[in-house]
């Protein structure tokens, strides 16, 4: 064994990896099954093959063997045991994968894809319509910009992403250009010091109604020069200064108007009023933008921590506009996201001063899903801090300046890549060991590409993006010759490292019910543990925010499993679920409580993953039982730091019907009066934190049946569970 130890492999990739004889095993019998054969006689030559070929290495090479090399005594000792066929499916097998590599940076092909409406191109985002021409063109520059992007990763990096091994987030954008992810917009600042926003120089706004159209204008400009969402932490309390002006016109102009026992109530009335015109406004605008890559800005609205009566008049607007629905259908809005911060003491408990709004949450959750649940206490025990997170689940971690003042707005993540751990456990074939070396050398792997992230992005210059670098997004306001590196570097920034798939890990060595087994528990968390440790190392030694990251992806968790399957078949309870289960959450096929779920869950985040994540859970129709969603928030708050809730709320404006629709090859269809037709009906799923409607996007229509299943495994949401 010490002398198999002792060889090393060198990659096409320039990695240099330990030999390991098992590969050459398993190509030799993914070649048979590729030819329909595979026997227990076959089996035992392929053994001996291998055996052969191993021996013929170490004869030749002594330190050092090329993988072209190995190759080439593969094929010559098929040759000489007259394993012709094996040997032609070998050669086949090589060939297909080089031709696939060159097809993944071949421009041509990948525009043919498109134009043909190849769902692998079409579909990769659920709020993207494919058929209009700013998408066409976005996802004409994503393929450009996707095969530019594999040239420049360093080639180990690029080889694993297409195996399958890792996964570098967003490809159509970076590393072709040097763009930053998600962030908290620093709105607070711009609003107070006035922005640049093309030719125009905006100065503080003097009413909320000013106010939220400045903020719409900056979310549009944000996001057209990011690519990951854009948050508002805290907006409540954010625009009440602006709604106090409007409170004070109004008070000088019932001077002259008004009776002096009047005034107050004339004023107060009228600010509300203006408040409730200026957040619906702002609804309505962030509905109908549309930015450069063909979409709607994937934004977030944090409030619920407001205290004084203007900030409790914001928060009730939201809430109420959300429950009335846009439009004279009345239809769910798509985005904002909206995040309702819960707190002991403030709206927590029935005779908190702020309890009269978490009922209104509660009520709007159960008719439009949002808001979701933040726990203020558990946020700041998770994180350091409280904030709402970047995008639909990327969390910063407290931060202080160099005054000691602590900053959230204003800070970004700058990428997520993931690793695929299934494969790992997969490949390590029921050996622990086995499992933690390959672990340690994707992490390798992941380490590289994490660092290329933070080194292309810092290669922007303010000018790319004068909206986050110059005027005020990112918090500091950069000459346009200083580097950007600015408001990255000292963990201001975050870069994610991304998993996937603990279920599936453990149902490798346990089996496919191993949630109630502690072995098998402690060995998921073992994995976040060591994720965790490697985080911080490399934070202390390059000085960003190495974070462990809860993979959201509507399309990651199929793709990994696919190309899992083309390496290892079916293999029950991992790939012939035919996806993954996203991150952490517990096995979708399941039937547990909220509470059990909850309580199965709350520890990973505790251990490691608290850059990135959130907890769902799925119930039957709401809305006449809120009492039933209160009574998981409240169990949530001291467990979980963010929840979010699944209900159907899918509507039919031809029998008013409101629920769960069917889903069908054709589309949605009304389990009340059969009606499908995409124009009188509101179908609205969750896609990975935030909402999608998949009836009304032409790109997906025929696949409605596989997205309702998708949309289950992407949340990890549990089956609807009897009592709720």
Not at 9 to 14: F, N, S, Y
Not at 254 to 276: G, M, Q, S
Not at 472 to 485: H, P, S, T, W
Not at 689 to 712: F, T, W
Request: glycine fraction near 6%; charge should be negative; proline fraction near 4%.
């Amino acid at each position: 064994m010490s002398e198999v130890r002792s060889l090393f492999v060198l990659k096409r990739d320039g990695r240099r990896v330990p030999f390991d004889k098992d590969k050459i095993y398993q190509a030799l019998v993914k070649a048979a099954l590729a030819i329909g054969e595979m026997s227990p006689l076959l089996e035992q030559e392929i053994g001996q093959i291998t055996d052969q070929v191993v021996a013929e290495i170490f004869s030749r090479f002594q330190t050092d063997v090329k993988i072209y090399e190995i190759q080439a005594i593969v094929e010559h000792e098929l040759l000489e045991n007259k394993a012709y066929q094996l040997a032609d499916a070998y050669i086949t097998y090589r060939k297909e994968r080089d031709f696939a590599r060159a097809q993944a940076t071949d421009i041509n092909f990948s525009i043919d894809k498109l134009i043909q409406k190849d769902q692998s191109v079409v579909n990769e985002n659920a709020n993207k319509d494919s058929n209009v021409f700013n998408t066409q063109r976005d996802l004409t520059a994503g393929i450009v910009g996707k095969s530019i992007g594999l040239k420049m990763l360093p080639q180990h990096v690029a080889n694993a992403h297409q195996k399958g091994d890792i996964h570098y987030h967003d490809l159509d954008y970076s590393p072709y250009t040097p763009m930053t992810n998600c962030c908290l917009i620093d709105f607070e600042g711009m609003l107070r010091d006035g922005f640049k926003i093309g030719n125009a120089d905006v100065e503080s706004p003097k009413s909320i109604q000013t106010a939220t159209a400045q903020i719409s204008q900056i979310i549009a400009n944000v996001a057209s020069s990011q690519y990951g969402g854009c948050s508002a932490d805290r907006i409540d309390e954010t625009l009440a200064p602006y709604a106090a002006k409007n409170y004070e016109k109004y008070l000088k102009d019932a001077e002259n108007w008004v009776l002096p026992d009047k005034r107050e109530a004339y004023a107060k009335e009228k600010t509300i009023k203006d408040i409730y015109d200026a957040m619906q406004s702002l609804e309505y605008e962030i509905n109908t933008l549309f930015t450069s890559n063909g979409q709607t800005p994937f934004t977030s609205l944090g409030f619920g921590l407001g205290e004084s009566w203007l900030a409790r008049e914001i928060q009730k607007a939201i809430l109420n506009i959300r429950i009335k629905g846009l439009g004279a259908e009345e239809r769910t809005a798509i985005f904002p996201k909206l995040i309702f911060t819960v707190k002991r003491g403030l709206n927590l408990e029935p005779d908190s001063p702020n309890y009269d709004i978490k009922q209104l949450a509660i009520a709007c959750a159960t008719k439009r899903m949002y808001p979701d649940m933040l726990s203020y206490d558990k946020i700041v025990e998770l994180t350091g801090s409280f904030k709402v997170p970047m995008g639909c689940r990327s969390f910063l971690q407290g931060w202080k300046d160099e005054n000691g003042v602590e900053v959230n707005s204003g800070r970004m993540n700058l990428g997520v890549v993931t690793v695929n751990l299934p494969r790992i456990a997969m490949e390590s074939t029921g050996d622990k060991d086995k499992f933690w070396q390959l672990f340690a050398e994707r992490m390798d792997i992941l380490h590289d590409a994490l660092v290329y992230r933070v080194e292309r992005v810092k290669e922007a210059t303010p000018a790319n993006a004068p909206i986050l670098y110059q005027y005020g997004a990112f918090g500091q306001r950069l000459n346009k010759d200083e580097a950007v590196d600015e408001v990255f570097k000292n963990r201001r920034a975050t870069v994610s490292m991304g998993y996937i798939g603990l279920y599936e890990v453990a149902s490798v060595f346990y089996g496919g019910d191993w949630e109630t087994n502690p072995e098998a528990k402690e060995f998921t968390i073992d994995i976040i543990r060591e994720m965790k440790r490697l985080a911080e190392e490399w934070s202390d030694r390059y000085g960003y925010h190495f974070s462990v990251y809860s993979t959201p992806s509507e399309s990651l968790t199929d793709r990994f499993c696919r190309l899992d399957t083309e390496k290892f078949g079916i293999v029950e309870n991992i790939t012939d679920k035919e996806y993954y289960t996203n991150s952490f959450h517990y096995d979708v096929r399941k039937n547990p409580t909220p509470f059990e779920k909850l309580d199965f869950e709350k520890i990973y985040p505790e251990v490691g993953a608290s850059g990135g994540f959130i907890h769902y859970c799925e119930y039957p129709v709401l809305q006449q039982n809120p009492k039933a969603l209160e009574a998981v928030w409240d169990y949530a708050y001291d467990r979980v730091g963010y929840l979010g809730t699944n209900t159907p709320i899918d509507k039919c404006y031809a029998c008013q019907f409101e629920g769960d629709f069917t889903p069908t090859e054709r589309g949605f269809t009304c389990p009340n009066c059969g009606n499908h037709d995409p124009r009188t009906v509101d179908v609205v799923k969750r896609t990975c934190g935030y909402l999608g409607n998949p009836q009304a996007r032409p790109m997906v229509n025929g696949r409605h049946k596989e997205i309702s299943a998708r949309v289950k495994h992407m949340n990890g949401s549990t089956i609807k569970t009897p009592g709720y």
